[in-house]
């Protein structure tokens, strides 16, 4: 027999097997228990189900976004990856300016949602809203988003009016050994590298923005350039388990018109933003044998925001939270505790715009239970409440009622009303124009909280084991929305609270794995907002911007294929309908992703953004806007080391 | 002769490009965790063998396996004894098992559970987030790449007279109870 022909056969034999395994998808069973223990721990996992987290019980609008899932996406921002969660509305306005909103109430400043990152609220108080520019992390590091959209004040405080976005990071043991992540493309370059051991992992990276441009062609002046760096470690003994968590990040964008702060009929001489913080963060917690358990968390965060020739803030946060769940008794699972915030709030006014006082300490405490009863044996009663007391308008409440029933194994029906508020921030209360009297705004000395009554209907369940589907549907009551109303003099504006209204929709998901190597999802939001002037309000110009900011309507695709072991192709499409005011047109958008593996511990990946179809505009006014065009990314990840 | 040759090398060509996903084909999570259950069985000794019992496997909680448990032991013995699987939805039960897996679900419960079969001969596996540190023997730890790696707790192995092989120790990582765990 002719060696050669051996060998060829051979390999041919490995053909047809490697062919199987692709029709086939995976090895069966009974392999693997052949295979030997080192072998076994060199077979990479695929998890078809959602992990068995205890947020499939919450009778809540609850989606959760993987770290898996960000890495096929190509996002290369949080913003970005938070697309992929069908309630939010993400925008982009600059290079680095993204808004998040949930249910309706999108703005520049947009004040109704929550995000915390390991923890961290990275909410400001100057504006109850969230500087997305500043928000960042190792994307590879990050384990998982829970995105909670409804009202999640009971637990989380104020501010979770309309969602909660939790975004949480890998433990160190997950993320041992070394990655080297260095990508580019049209729209700038990123380089990251970590390093992780047992106990700790520590990491850079280091971002380069370009310049966008609006619908007109004219270059914007929003290039950015950052540099960040961390550390993790987790400790675990027995009982016990601490987390410390650090970050630092400095860097400058630049700041094109309208700019950060925009006064009518006067033209400000922009200049370029410099942004730096660092922040701490430790986390305890000690587990009983009785099942109950005790949490600590502590954090400190600073963060400095220079915008010439507006302002300038520099702002430290004090945050000490506890938390204690117990079973009492077998019907019910309490869990209640406090927190104690203490922010430190420093500001450089300038010749057009003055927050007063300029310097503003402010304090938060919140006091908060929830017992969860057990009624029957599929029937779950959640009842909770928070009291938060804060400088401006002293205690507020907010309560909130859940119920779970699982109808059956895998289909759970819920329902729920919570009562939540919007506290004053300093943007509400000590704005001042121009910087110096006369002042043609004169703050918001009467501001008072924003207030919604929210009702919630909700499925989820996995009709068919392939499927799994979400549905909610809510009716909001708003009161007291923020207004901005002229005085009886005729001669200057302050803030008021002359709206209300309510905002109805369905939030709807749905995920098919249509074979082993092959998901598809899908997700819908539909909303109607209703607003009035009370009696008494003369801003007509915010009730129309407020009617027209939330499209209508939006729909998101995706695709999830491998195509080998080694390859992997990923499509997301979604479609927004239009917005009145300022006027955004219906978009659509297509990214596609390809992903390879031309060894063990190195990946390869290109992402085109935007393929099909002209460029369009997301937010703001069209002459100001990012003209979000076609983006092609080209990204390389290396792991080496202890973790390969 | 020329015919057959371009052919044999189209056919290594694209042999070369396949091959190795023989080796690196991902597998389902819960299989490649079947699997692990069905090897530590293998590599543990337990202190008294009762041959005429077959080796009970017993999974408490909700099962995330399905029928790739069944699969992975169906023909397979350990010590020459046959291997039984028994759905378990009180702990209670897990005391009358070899080796109990305890499911995600369980996780409020983890600490009652590991008390309650404390010091008896039953080894405890477990996926759940710092599983071994708790007091458990062996804590499953999916790795950031996917790969399942293991935690040993060998006090708690000790206590309960079990034996590990050095090699299994070799590839585990070997992790510490605190003086809570020895309560």
């Known amino acids: ?644 | 002769m020329r015919g057959p040759v371009p052919w044999h090398w189209a056919a290594l060509l694209i042999a070369g490009l396949v091959v190795p996903s023989c080796i690196a084909a991902p597998a389902p999570e819960y299989g490649v965790k079947a699997a692990f259950l069905y090897k530590f069985a293998t590599y543990i000794r337990w202190p008294v063998s009762a041959p005429a019992r077959p080796f009970v496997i017993g999974v408490l909680g909700d099962d995330p396996f399905g029928s790739t448990l069944g699969e992975v032991v169906r023909g397979q013995t350990v010590q020459g004894r046959g291997i039984r699987i028994r759905a378990l939805t009180r702990k209670e039960e897990a005391v009358e098992c070899d080796l109990v897996f305890i499911s995600a679900s369980e996780q409020p419960n983890v600490k009652a559970i590991l008390a309650r079969l404390r010091s008896t001969a039953v080894l405890t596996v477990s996926d759940l987030d710092q599983f071994a540190e708790q007091g458990g023997m062996i804590g499953l730890v999916t790795t950031e790449e996917k790969h399942v790696r293991f935690d040993i707790n060998k006090a708690a192995l000790d206590r309960a007279g079990l034996r590990a092989s050095s090699q299994l120790l070799q590839l585990a990582r070997i992790v510490d109870e605190s003086p809570g765990g020895r309560r």
Not at chain 1, 81 to 91: F, H, M, Q, S
Not at chain 1, 524 to 553: M, V, W, Y
């Open chain 1, 1 to 644: 027999m002719n060696p050669s022909r051996v060998v060829v056969e051979v390999a041919l034999l490995c053909t047809l097997i490697s062919g199987t395994l692709l029709a086939q998808q995976e090895p069966p069973s009974t392999d693997l228990a052949a295979l030997d223990l080192e072998a076994l721990m060199k077979i990479e996992i695929t998890s078809v189900s959602r992990r068995p987290e205890r947020l499939s019980d919450a009778a809540a609008s609850v989606f959760v976004i993987t770290g898996d899932e960000i890495r096929r996406s190509g996002a290369t921002n949080l913003p970005e990856a938070l697309r992929l969660a069908p309630a939010l509305d993400v925008v982009q306005v600059n290079a680095t300016s993204y808004t998040v909103s949930a249910r309706g109430f999108i703005n520049s400043a947009a004040n109704k949602l929550l995000v915390l990152i390991d923890g961290r609220s990275v909410y400001t108080p100057l504006f109850s809203g969230v500087f997305w520019d500043v928000q960042d992390v190792m994307l590879e590091d990050v384990d998982r988003i829970e995105v909670i959209s409804g009202p999640g004040g009971t637990l989380w405080g104020v501010n979770a009016v309309n969602g909660v976005i939790n975004i949480i990071t890998r433990s160190a043991k997950t993320t041992q050994g070394g990655l080297l992540a260095a990508g580019g493309g049209n729209r700038g370059t990123i380089a990251a590298l970590r390093y992780g051991g047992d106990h700790y992992r520590v990491y850079g990276k280091y971002l380069d923005i370009d310049h966008t441009e609006t619908a007109a062609g004219m270059a914007k002046d929003d290039a950015a350039h950052k540099s960040m760096a961390g550390f993790r470690g987790d400790w675990a003994r027995g009982n016990d388990q601490l987390t410390i968590i650090g970050n630092a990040y400095r860097g400058s964008e630049g700041q094109p018109p309208p700019g950060s702060i925009s006064i009518g009929g006067v033209k400000l001489d922009l200049g370029v933003i410099s942004l730096s913080g660092v922040n701490l963060t430790s986390v305890w917690k000690r587990r009983f044998d009785n099942g109950s358990s005790i949490t600590v968390q502590g954090y400190f965060d600073r963060t400095e925001r220079d915008v010439p020739p507006t302002f300038a803030e520099r702002l430290n946060l004090f945050d000490l939270q506890f938390i204690h769940s117990w079973r009492p008794l077998g019907m019910h699972n309490v869990a209640w505790g406090a927190e104690y915030r203490y922010g430190m709030d420093r500001l450089t006014n300038s010749a057009y715009v003055a927050f007063l006082p300029a310097d503003l300490n402010q304090k938060w405490i919140a006091l908060f239970a929830q017992d969860e009863i057990a009624l029957a044996n599929h029937l779950r009663l959640s009842i909770g409440a928070r009291s938060e007391r804060n400088d401006y308008t002293g205690g507020e409440f907010l309560p909130s009622a859940r119920l779970a029933w699982n109808v059956a194994p895998d289909h759970m029906v819920w329902a729920a009303a919570s009562r939540t508020v919007r506290a004053p921030s300093r943007l509400d209360r000590d704005t001042f124009v121009p910087g110096k009297p006369p002042f043609l705004l004169t703050g918001g000395p009467g501001v008072v909280s924003e207030i919604a009554n929210v009702y919630e209907l909700g499925y989820r369940g996995q009709p068919a084991s392939s499927l799994t589907l979400s549905i909610t549907a809510f009716h909001s009551l708003y009161d007291h929305l923020r207004t901005q109303e002229i005085a009886a003099s005729r001669r200057s504006v302050f803030f008021g609270n002359g709206m209300e209204g309510t905002t109805s929709g369905v939030e709807m998901w749905a995920s098919l794995q249509a074979t082993r190597r092959w998901r598809l999802s899908g997700g819908f939001n539909g909303l109607t907002e209703r607003f009035e002037l009370k009696p008494g309000s003369n801003d007509t110009a915010g009730l129309i911007a407020q009617k027209g900011r939330d499209p209508r309507r939006s729909w998101r695709f995706r695709s999830s294929l491998d195509l080998s072991p080694q390859s992997e192709f990923d499509v997301v499409a979604r479609r927004v309908s239009r917005r009145s005011s300022p006027a955004v047109p219906a978009y659509s958008a297509v990214d596609i992703r390809y992903g390879w593996r031309p060894r063990k511990g190195l990946e390869l990946s290109v992402t085109g953004q935007n393929l099909f179809g002209k460029g369009h505009g997301e937010f703001t006014d069209v002459t100001t806007r990012t003209e979000v065009g076609r983006g092609v990314f080209i990204n390389v990840v290396s792991r080496f080391g202890r973790g390969s």
